[in-house]
């Protein structure tokens, strides 16, 4: 058995994806003229309700190019210290914007619009960088797939209305949030300027985000993408693969949301895990006990066949998907206690 729950990431394109891939038209992406490619983009401006959207090739890119659209070199973003912009994207935001970040200590990855409120520098005080953006994580990656209510993120809007500040959602995993959820993909569209989602995590595509705004704060879109080295050419056929996984793998993310519960489950049984956080979608997050040797349990876990990741302070990680069949979901429940023999 070969188990590997290290990411939604690590899945491979189903049949239908395939048959999709093989027979997309395609043309030339940076003239605008792959019709795979404008239908995505299309499908998820309006899926959103908003007016523009623009395919890039990873999250990371979506992302930093949003933040280059929203600010000036030396201004300040307000994040979560676990933000995946922050921790995961190689220092972009400095590299790319010229920008620093003012970390905000949420909880689970989430913050809230009081935590916002104290981040923000005074306007008129010039020797502090001028904030002016907020970034969100929907769901939280490293806050173990929590998600918000519309109403928290509708409190962290006002907050950012009062103070004229830039509002962006980095929703790689909007998709789960929206099916745990059972959210109204439009509301977010009204709430943030800009919204990434993305088509390679638990949707199953094998690359590509798309980063969904309104024509004017998209107006420049095109052209940081192509500055960042992200302009593609007949990349229909993946943008294909992402519309076939939006229209036909969207709603199946609830099994992998059930399949993470159960393990969340299982895993609060066991008595050398310390603590399971709540399960809200795919992701589970627990601590082994301090007697554990952490090393001494992932060798362990190999040896079943079991991948998952290891966030160091003997937290773990484990993300279910569309490849986790029923078969592996049986044997990780029966035999993960073995782990510390
Ligand atoms: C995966 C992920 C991204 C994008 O990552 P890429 O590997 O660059 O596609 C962005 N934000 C979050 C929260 C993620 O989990």
Same mark, same amino acid.
């Given at each position: 058995m070969h188990i590997d729950l290290r990411s939604d990431t690590v899945t491979k394109p189903t049949k239908g994806m395939l048959k999709a891939i093989v027979e997309a038209k395609v043309g030339d992406d940076v003239y605008k003229e792959d019709p795979s490619v404008n239908a995505l983009e299309d499908y998820l401006a309006d899926f959103f309700g908003k007016e523009s959207a623009l395919y890039f090739p990873t999250g990371s890119m979506a992302n930093q190019a949003a933040i280059k659209l929203h600010t000036n070199p030396a201004e300040q973003l307000i994040c979560d210290k676990w933000g995946h912009v922050y921790n995961y994207e190689g220092g972009g935001v400095s590299f790319n914007s010229g920008v620093s970040c003012k970390l905000v200590d949420g909880t689970r990855g989430k913050i809230t619009p009081e935590l916002v409120e104290a981040a923000i520098n005074p306007p008129d005080f010039y020797h502090s960088p001028k904030t002016s953006l907020v970034c969100v994580e929907n769901t939280t990656n490293k806050g173990g797939g929590a998600c918000y209510d519309i109403s928290e993120?509708?409190?962290? +809007?006002?907050?950012?209305?009062?103070?004229?500040?830039? +509002?962006?959602?980095?929703?790689?995993?909007?998709?789960?949030a929206i099916v745990a959820k059972k959210q109204d993909p439009k509301e977010f569209g009204k709430l943030f300027d800009t919204i990434t989602i993305c088509l390679s995590k638990g949707l199953g595509a094998p690359m590509g985000t798309v980063l969904i705004g309104n024509e004017k704060i998209m107006e420049n879109a095109m052209r940081v993408r192509k500055v960042l080295g992200g302009g593609m050419r007949q990349v229909g056929f993946m943008a294909a693969a992402g519309l076939y996984a939006l229209k036909n793998q969207f709603n199946r993310l609830k099994e992998d949301h059930i399949k993470a519960t159960e393990i969340g489950q299982m895993l609060t049984s066991l008595k050398f895990i310390k603590n399971v956080e709540p399960v809200d979608t795919n992701i589970v997050i627990f601590y082994l006990d301090e007697v554990i040797d952490p090393t001494h349990f992932m060798a362990n876990l190999n040896k079943m066949g079991i991948r998952i990741s290891d966030m160091g302070d003997g937290k773990m990680r484990i993300v279910t998907h569309l490849d986790y069949t029923e078969q592996m979901h049986n044997y990780l429940l029966e035999n993960f206690n073995k782990a510390v023999n």
């Open positions: 993120l509708k409190s962290i +809007y006002e907050v950012c209305k009062k103070h004229n500040l830039g +509002y962006h959602m980095d929703g790689a995993r909007i998709a789960n």
